[in-house]
């Protein structure tokens, strides 16, 4: 089940239609299709939809039961969904720590995860004009290893990129199960994008960077929080 409402590549150059890549770096072939009792629903925000390094339609695409919106207003039947519980992939008070113990399936119904993608501030615009969405229950990740996203700058040193942060979520909620596999073209696509602008650009920009994530990195939870 995968929704988008998208637009096209950033750059204008022909893409792939299914990941949005240009097609001389398409990441189809590391996408795997990874069932979850976990319904995931991510609401995404235009600006972040444009970006070249959208992380959350890879993983998306990497889900099977996962769906993406883009938009600033939403209908709260995208999270009201029957036979599921809704939960908010925000931190707040009186968030679960989502950590990896406890039973595969817990009891109760299955959850849906609503995940935010985009900055703090655009989280915050879509909280505000979603009371109801607002109100769900939270869930938020424990720490854990830094973020592998190497070439976007966070401000924050525990933020995790979008996949990164469903990829820990679903570890969490489905453990002993891992979602290791939804990483991959992750990997993949921050590796094309260092080895594109060079090993001297990368260390100049990226490594030596003062408040870069070498220095305190974690790439970016907007939501928890996650991508910049």
Known sequence: ??????????????????CRRPLAHCLCRWIPSLDSRTRVLVLQHPEEARHALNTARLAVLGLRNASLHVGRQFDAALWQVAGYQPWLLF????????????PAHPAG???LLVVP????????????????????????LAGGPES??????AGHPQALATIEAVAAALD?????????????????????????????RYERD?????????????????TNPREP
């Open 172 to 200: 969490a909620l489905e453990a002993p199960r891992s979602f290791a596999a939804l990483l991959r073209p992750f990997d993949e696509l921050v590796g094309g994008q260092i080895a594109a602008m060079g090993q001297a």
């Open 148 to 153: 592998r996203y190497r070439v976007r700058h």
């Open 1 to 18: 089940m995968h929704t988008f409402q998208a637009g096209r590549n950033s750059g204008g150059r022909a893409a792939c239609a299914r």
């Open 91 to 102: 931190p707040g008070e009186g968030a679960e720590v989502l950590a990896p113990a406890g």
């Open 117 to 140: 993608d985009g900055t703090w501030r655009h989280a915050r615009q879509l909280l505000a004009a979603h009371p109801d969405l607002a109100a769900l229950p939270r869930a938020a």
């Open 206 to 222: 990226h490594v030596r960077r003062a408040g870069s994530r070498a220095e305190g990195r974690r790439a970016g939870q907007k």
């Open 109 to 111: 119904p299955p959850r």
